[in-house]
């Protein structure tokens, strides 16, 4: 039905100048007085016609206002407007302001109170029907503008042409344009309610957007992508990751591998070659550093500006679901990095996003990182929490992910991370806990483990805050697994020490199990050990290139049988003497080396061994799966220890970290019979010495470092060897 209008000079003078919050007022299908108006506004058109009717509109005096006072009696609700542009083209559509608010006030109220876990579905722009009508619908939350318009193409970009009606006290401004199709690029153009300022955003919802640099978004189809991942979908709830064994390959999409022209591959292009490669090395998940949308490629995608969209380099979404259905089809699960921390400060994303501080805090005390040059995400705010709660569910969701890894958690948690005294305000208890991003991270955990049973999330976690990883019923944070970072840079520390020196800091080696059943850890050699001058993973060991090379054997054969679940970056398999860069692909060329190619096939056979026996892997989180045999034999810098499955059933790891070698080496064990020599780093196979235990070793009924039996091993140089009884 027409609307009742009244005042409407001021109204349209207001329209013109791109100042009018609410169109729908003027726009569109009224009764004034005794009279029916259609009225529309047009800019660079040279005559308008009432379609439906064959009616001309008049262009009122010096605007591109154009309306029809008549008798319409006979005019449908939803009627069409043909005009012809500056340039003689004719153009037709429906009119957009004679339709109904679309969003429902239900999902208007869950998203105001922080708790709509799918604010995408209604917030961004995708294809909608309306009154048996085909368009587009956008919607977008700028509670402090005065007016916001859609701007495209299909209109110029021009801001005056596309207004749209904000839904009440919610700041969600909504506009039903017909006639349009997915693949338009679109922007939000907002006018500041203070100053009058305008400014052009991008979609903080988008789900696709323009290659970098340019910035807009791009109306996504909704998906029909045909899943092939059934099988694994429906074992996943079930899967008892706490027992599983879990190592993990870590990947920058961009830099993996690239076309011979030095272009990226796509994610179709990517997928078979590096699900197969991962998978082949006994790998159980691929973790992916950010491929949410970001302009910068430096920033490796921790500088997240699309936080619903897998970033066009690559290709498209359905592309990137093509990517984890592959993953998923060779046995690989695909984690996630996902930076709910903060965002860059940009000017076509979510800084100031509707002229005032939306998304992040006013005060840069509160709101800023400045070691990063990023804004810091207002987690007090129900619809930032709400913007971010769904952002998560939309990636496990959407894509059919395995689990994300949170970035810079303990940034999250503390108000004065990385700030001196004066530059960060207490919260209200007068302490440096912040007290709404904990709330927040509990919540989206709670949020994320009830919905989506068996997917993990892991937290970049560098503080002794408590039980990161233990329910949020107990107080905890509820993540299922966090980083053990302590143990990586003390381990780092002392590999990179000449042997002669490493029995004065033995204590680096074994600390760590003073607090390794505190939570559920993961062991990460990540990519941020081997960038900004750090050094690759080979230059990190001393000697010459034989003991680099043993050296970093006996460290990953360290890592895979210490407790925990396992995380190795791209190229450190390799044993590449570059460091990790987003500017090319890894050193493939190595693997003509047997010294590389060695390493490869060491970490490959510890994946296996790992993943095959339950005594590596199904105690990682617990205190019953280990057991030292000496932890003290600082003078020959050598450590031994016991892992063992839930039945009881023992491994022996004993490792050497001189080039010395150590023959008839004495090992208290707590079982007689045979132990096979099932691992030994200083293999041929691996570009080893061949030093070894020929195939095994009896043991000896005498007791021996408290325990009834004794074996008597060889321990080759700069290596670690793992026996098993038969």
Known sequence: MPQSSTQIAPDLHALTEGRLSDPFAVLGHHLEGPESVVRTFLPGATEVTLEDLDKPLERLPETDLFELRDSLDELPQH??????DIHGQRHSTYDPYTFEPQLSDYDLHLFGEGRHWHAYRFLGARPHQAAGIDGVLFAVWAPNARRVSVIGHFNQWDGRRHPMRVRGESGVWELFIPDLEAGELYKFEIRNGATGEIQTKTDPYGRKFEIRPQ?????EPNSDYGWEDGNWMERRPHWDWLHAPISVYEVHLGAWCRAEDGDFLGYREIAERLAAYAAGLGFTHVEL???TEHPLDASWGYQTTGFYAPTTRFGDPDDFRYFVDICHRHGLGVLLDWVPGHFPKDAHALARFDGTALYEHADPRQGEHRDW?????????????????????YWLEEFHLDGLRVDAVASMLYLNYSREEGEWIPNIYGGAENLEAIDFLREFNRVVHERHPGALVVAEESTSWPQVTRPTYVGGLGFSMKWNMGWMHDTLAYMALDPVFRHYHHDQLTFGLLYAFNENFVLPFSHDEVVHGKGSMIRKMPGDEWQRFANLRVLYTFMYAYPGKKLLFMGNELGQYSEFSEERQLDWEVLDSDF?????????????LYREDPALHSQDFDAAGFDWIDPHDSDQSTLSFLRFDQAGNPVVAAFN????PREQFRLGVPQGGHYAEVFNSDSA??????????????AKDREWMGRPYAIEVTLPPLAGVILRPE
Do not use: C, D, K, Q
């Open 373 to 393: 040059g990023t804004l810091i995400f207002n987690y007090g705010r129900p619809e930032v929490r709400n913007f971010l709660l769904s952002s998560a569910l």
């Open 215 to 219: 910035t807009a978004a791009m109306v």
């Open 657 to 660: 970290f001189t080039p010395v």
């Open 596 to 608: 590389h190619s060695g390493l490869v096939n060491l970490v490959g056979e510890l994946n296996r």
């Open 685 to 698: 196979f691996y570009g080893g010495s061949n030093l070894g235990n020929l195939g095994g070793v009896p």
């Open 79 to 84: 009627y069409r407007l043909t005009w012809v």
């Open 289 to 291: 550093m950010p491929v």
